[in-house]
């Protein structure tokens, strides 16, 4: 991230951009001030009484910001952060401590009880990530960075990322969102699932200002840098792809990745003697996400290297494989993200939900996965076999369809455990005999965090 970057904020930004070095993160005995504020805004403390809030005023923890029709509001905190309430919005500070420096007892705890808000944070939660939160009924929102807007609707939850990423978390399973990424998610038991359309949450009425962008800040409160993949060797990528040439999916050990300032991976090197490579060539980066663990995106387009691919689309996920196997017990692993399935006779619009059930003991993945538009569901139930002392795990599951299979589906599943006591997983899958023919297929990859 370039934090010396300047931008010009217009009505139709994602982000609002974040604090200029003018404004020190000291200087505060409340939890935050209103920096300014449009229309009826005021204060409800918990006993339910209220008082105006006007430029100026301070904020304190166990007080809701509440905007009527047409109002808004802009709140620094002492930190740094800093939120713009649309109109029609509670927003609650439920706790809320920072004594000038991350000393391991800050925190930044708000629930967002009805409409939006543009959020940038500050120095809370980037040194320790569960020090942030944001509640809503239909997900906790936890940052992995630093700017992102949402805004709580009849429907549900939507949720933009405009630098950096946050995690949906909720009782149907966790989502990372990226930089350029949006997710929707209709209540609490509902797994979050990535989506086109973005919150409502424009500037309109303010004046459009420009801000120098700092906000990513170690514990001292300096400059900091999000967790990424770095270009150099010991990956392991399970792939998909579609194009001309026909369609895939595989696994490839001892990959040497090409990664981007953004963890975008723009080429890779396999076998040691260099057989085998794969660039981005005149293709695009459709698609990407990391948690700094494992990343996952996509190639669209003419691809280049050892094995081009033409008018193709090329779906990975990338890790550095966990050295130290578990040995024994078991682990669920929550889907963390995906990449918009393929089909190869162009249908369009499926979703990925589902789960890993492993045992380590026996050697077994368990797929519980489902892949569905509109027109059809396809279910991926089956096991894999984690290979003998290795990270990877294979397997061919039959698969069931609601629709789409003539004669019977199967799906190639291709995957690997990376981080630490391996806390992510990766997954290929290509589902063949899909389709009222028999003869087309759908691929993708999908991520998913150890619960």
Not at 400 to 409: A, I, L, R
Not at 415 to 435: D, E, L, P
Request: aromatic fraction near 10%; include cysteine; charged fraction near 15%.
């Amino acid at each position: 991230m370039m934090p010396n970057k300047r931008f010009k904020l217009t009505r139709q930004a994602i982000l609002l951009a974040t604090i200029s070095a003018a404004f020190p993160v000291s200087g505060y005995a409340a939890s935050g001030r209103v920096d300014f504020a449009i229309g009826t805004v005021e204060s409800v403390a918990a006993n339910g009484s209220r008082r105006p809030l006007a430029k100026g005023a301070e904020i304190d923890a166990g007080e809701t910001i509440s905007t009527a029709a047409g109002a808004r509001a802009q709140v620094r905190f002492a930190d740094g952060g800093f939120i713009s309430l649309q109109p029609n919005t509670q927003f609650r500070v439920d706790e809320f401590k920072y004594k000038n420096k991350a000393d391991g007892e800050e925190k930044g705890f708000f629930s967002l009880l009805k409409g939006g808000f543009r959020a940038v944070t500050g120095v809370i939660g980037h040194a320790n990530k569960q020090a942030y939160r944001v509640k809503t009924p239909a997900a906790t929102i936890g940052i992995r960075g630093t700017g992102y807007n949402m805004e709580l609707r009849d429907d549900g939850l939507f949720v933009n990322v405009g630098e950096g990423a946050i995690s949906l978390n909720n009782n149907a399973g966790l989502l990372v969102v990226t930089a350029g990424g949006s997710a929707f998610v209709a209540d609490f038991n509902t797994a979050p699932t990535l989506t086109d359309v973005q919150p409502y949450t424009p500037p309109s009425g303010l004046q459009d200002p420009t801000f120098s962008v700092a906000d990513e800040r170690d514990s001292s409160g300096g400059l900091g840098v999000l967790p990424s993949l770095v270009s150099g060797s010991g990956y392991v990528m399970a792939n998909a792809y579609t194009a001309n040439e026909g369609i895939s999916a595989d696994l490839k050990i001892d990959v040497t990745g090409t990664f981007s300032t953004s963890s975008q991976l723009t080429a890779y090197l396999w076998y040691p003697d260099g057989a085998a490579t794969g660039e981005l060539g005149s293709a695009t980066v459709s698609f990407s996400a990391t948690d700094g663990i494992i990343g996952w995106g996509r190639w669209v387009g003419d691809t280049a290297g050892t094995y081009p691919l033409t008018n193709g689309v090329f779906d990975y996920v990338v890790g550095i494989p966990t050295a130290a196997m578990p040995a024994s017990g078991t682990a669920t692993y929550s889907l963390m993200g995906y990449t918009s399935p393929t089909a190869t006779d162009g249908s369009s619009g499926y979703s990925v939900n589902g789960n890993l059930a492993v045992d380590f003991g026996a050697a077994s993945v368990g797929v519980n996965m489902t892949v569905a538009n509109a027109a059809d569901s396809y279910g991926i139930n089956g096991s894999a076999s984690i290979n003998a002392g290795a990270s990877t795990f294979t397997g061919f599951i039959s698969t069931s369809s609601t629709n789409g299979c003539f004669s019977g589906c199967s799906t190639s599943i291709n995957g690997f455990f990376a981080g630490a006591n391996a806390s992510r997983a990766g997954v290929s899958y290509s589902i063949t005999g899909a389709g009222v023919s028999g003869f087309d297929s759908i691929q993708g990859v999908a991520a998913f965090a150890k619960n």
